[in-house]
């Protein structure tokens, strides 16, 4: 056996220490490389530890890429305290079972008295859930003379005739109620109190008393605006809209100054330059546009990646343009130059929001990847990374740039010190996506714009109650029988109240928790039904805006509603929790009967006026037909492949039309229960036959409308920004409603 040779002890140390020795060089080199390489700047901010995308740089200039020039006077900081068809046929109908007070238990506001006419008048509770509001009659617009500006609506207006199949044609906008969702706050720098607060919208922009919360003017326009920008001396407003069109204001007033080319492009973000002779824009084609103040002309165009910009920033100086992108970069040019010396990705998902510090050397983006990061504008590089608790909306530095706000898509609005990227102070949590932030002039109060309008005050960490008008999704729209009043339900739990006539708010009713899924008025217009996702539902006696019942016999969130012609009975369904049909007595306050089988839920409802025959139809894609009072199941209509999102009887009751996910709308007629129309249509939210029984409206994202004799599409618009939700006519026929998801409720009809 061969063996190993024998070496003195002495030496296996040494050789043991070397092979230590060499291990430890290689490690310490190794890290010393990492850490060269991962050193992003000489700063006092520490280099982030949390992994961010890998940066592509494309630089074009030399090292030094912006001269930093003296930096303005800064503010004073904020405090930082502590197809296949199938064929019509018949099913097993569902199982019905009377209802137990355990299992459908009403929970009346108080006992109601006798009936009258079969309705109920009970003596209503005293504490009332109506918040009565005031809003000022809708002001007209006032464009200069000469301006093409195609999107400026006037104040509401009545038509004189019905939209019928010969004048649908001249269907147009004409009114609007409520401001819609905010997309962008801002401050005047030299406005005052009354109109020293500005919000856009996606109905419009209004002039707002920050000290009172009142609306002190307003411009309607018929779609949103994407971008909005005042100058430095508060004279004017710059703002963008879908339809393309860039408006110079004067700012505090409805007058239109000038109309800018945009060349068939949209725009999303504008800003003005520091001395107020310049519009930046940034395009949905990914470049930046600058045009002169005075006549609108284009002086220069700054090339981008062709990825649409949502956010643009300025420096204090003029000479720094950045903007982040939806392809998750963020750029920068030089103004004089035109050239885009950095281009970084900086995100895993798209660049929502930028903004530049005071001095210039700073710029923060933030993303729906739930991070905000700080950058050097000297040379792009990263700074630090600070993860946030969903996605940053918004943000804005503070006066003096030690301090920098982020508004979160939870509603979460947080203060944070930039030197050390430590959380100060967690502001506030708002109802919904916080889509901007903007301080005033001296810092001391800060705009929160999200479902609605928020002020906080630096000084004592006050939040203001917010602004009336703005609202939620829309996601319920109902007329009372002779269109005095229009309900709507919203995201938020409230139910609106507005006079269609005038356009004004007459009150607001809270007392759901959750969505506002479905409303419904009695046929003698006294008493609203509303359905939420709290489980509940609230009878309310529309003259006085108290409850008249809170019913809890649901186990998940409600559908439909529907009362029979009568208004003695109220039909209501389920979601996918509870996947029934309930009948209530309105007159004695009990549950009649439940129906259960249904295999899926999602279930609507719709009445066949002047009688008590009820269809239902929901997620299992099939169309039941009921006796209202009897229980009796009269058909059944199996054609749809995917689940029912809206049905509707004509007003004569002759036909049927059914729209699902499956892109496809079927009209039935009732005699016969036939199949007589197969529409493809885009929308499955909602629904209706015109008065004359010869048009159908149906809404997705746009609006059709259907010829039911020769089934061919008609006309569409596309209306809103957001996915339309709802619709409802009067009973004349003379103005159909559309309730947005944007927050919207938008009234055509037609205008020769």
Do not use: C
């Amino acid at each position: 056996m061969q063996r190993n040779p024998n070496f003195p002890n002495i030496s296996l140390i040494i050789a043991l220490l070397i092979k230590i020795f060499m291990s430890v060089s290689l490690l310490v080199v190794a890290v010393g490389m990492i850490m060269y390489a991962t050193n992003t700047a000489t700063t006092v901010l520490k280099t982030p530890r949390t992994p961010r995308p890998t940066m592509t740089r494309q630089i074009k200039t030399p090292m030094t890429l912006f001269f930093f020039k003296t930096p303005a006077s800064t503010k004073k900081p904020l405090p930082t305290p502590t197809p296949k068809t199938n064929p019509i046929v018949r099913v097993t109908a569902p199982t019905i079972a009377p209802a137990t007070p355990t299992s459908a238990p009403i929970v009346p506001t108080t006992a109601p008295a006798a009936p009258a006419q079969n309705i109920p008048t009970p003596s209503l509770p005293p504490t009332v859930q109506i918040q009565p509001t005031a809003a000022p009659a809708q002001s007209n617009p006032v464009p200069a003379n000469n301006l093409s500006i195609p999107s400026v609506q006037p104040g509401f207006q009545v038509p004189e005739q019905t939209f019928r199949l010969d004048n649908l044609a001249y269907l147009r906008l004409i009114g609007q109620l409520g401001k819609g969702k905010i997309n962008q706050v801002l401050w005047s720098p030299s406005g005052g109190n009354q109109t020293g607060l500005f919000a856009a919208t996606s109905g419009g922009f209004f002039y707002l008393d920050p000290t009172t919360g009142a609306d002190t003017g307003s411009v309607l326009l018929n779609t949103g605006i994407t971008g909005a920008a005042i100058s430095q001396d508060g004279t004017l407003l710059a703002t963008s809209g879908l339809d393309k069109s860039i408006i110079l204001w004067k700012y505090g007033t409805k007058e239109a100054i000038l109309s800018i080319d945009s060349q068939g492009k949209t725009y999303n973000s504008l800003k003005f330059s520091p001395d107020g002779t310049a519009l930046f824009g940034g395009g949905a084609d990914g470049a930046i546009a600058i045009w002169k103040v005075a006549d609108g002309s284009l002086l220069k165009q700054l090339d981008g990646n062709g990825s649409p910009i949502r956010s643009l920033a300025v420096s204090l100086d003029g000479q720094l343009v950045v903007a982040g992108s939806e392809d998750k970069t963020l750029s920068m040019w030089n103004v004089e130059s035109g050239v885009r010396f950095i281009s970084i990705t900086a995100h895993y998902k798209p660049v929502n929001i930028v903004a530049i510090s005071p001095d210039s050397r700073i710029i923060a983006s933030g993303s729906d990847d739930n991070t905000f990061i700080l950058w050097d504008t000297s040379n792009g590089k990263q700074l630090r990374l600070t993860p946030a608790t969903s996605g940053v909306r918004s943000l804005t530095f503070n006066g003096d740039g030690s301090g920098i706000v982020t508004g979160e898509q939870n509603g979460t609005v947080n203060l944070w010190e930039v030197a050390t990227g430590k959380l100060n102070k967690t502001i506030s949590k708002v109802p919904g996506e916080v889509n901007s932030l903007a301080f005033n002039a001296d810092y001391s109060i800060l705009a929160i714009g999200a479902n609605t309008l928020h002020l906080w005050r630096a000084s004592d960490d006050a939040l203001a109650a917010p602004f009336r008008g703005f609202s939620n999704s829309v996601t319920s729209v109902a007329f009372n029988k002779d269109a005095t009043l229009l309900a709507a339900g919203n995201q938020d739990g409230r139910i609106s109240l507005w006079d269609p006539k005038t356009g004004n708010q007459i009150a607001l009713l809270e007392g759901h928790t959750g969505d506002v899924a479905a409303l419904t008025f009695s046929n003698n217009g006294r008493f609203l039904a509303s359905g939420g996702a709290d489980n509940n539902i609230i009878v309310w006696d529309v003259t006085s805006g108290q409850k008249v019942y809170v019913i809890r016999g649901h186990s998940g969130g409600i559908r439909s509603l529907a009362f029979n012609n009568d208004g003695n009975r109220l039909a209501s369904t389920g979601g996918w929790v509870d996947i029934t049909l309930k009948m209530w007595d309105m007159a004695s306050g009990t549950g009649l009967y439940n129906i259960t089988g249904f295999t899926k839920g999602d279930i609507e409802l719709a009445l066949r006026q002047g009688t008590n025959m009820l269809a239902s139809a929901g997620g299992d894609g099939i169309i039941r037909v009921w006796n209202f009072d009897t229980r009796e199941l009269v058909t059944t209509l199996e054609k749809h492949r995917r689940a029912i999102r809206a049905i509707s009887f004509s007003l004569d009751g002759n036909l049927l039309a059914s729209t699902s996910e499956d892109g496809e709308t079927f009209v039935w007629e009732t005699n016969g229960w036939t199949l007589s129309k197969n529409l493809q249509t885009k929308g499955s939210n909602s629904l209706l036959f015109s008065t004359d029984n010869l048009v159908l409206a149906v809404a997705g994202q746009d609006v059709e409308f259907w010829d039911m004799g020769s089934g061919n599409l008609l006309t569409g618009f596309a209306g809103t920004p957001g996915t339309l939700s709802k619709l409802a006519e009067t009973a004349d026929g003379k103005v159909l409603v559309v309730g947005s998801t944007d927050g919207t409720i938008r009234l055509y009809g037609i205008l020769q």
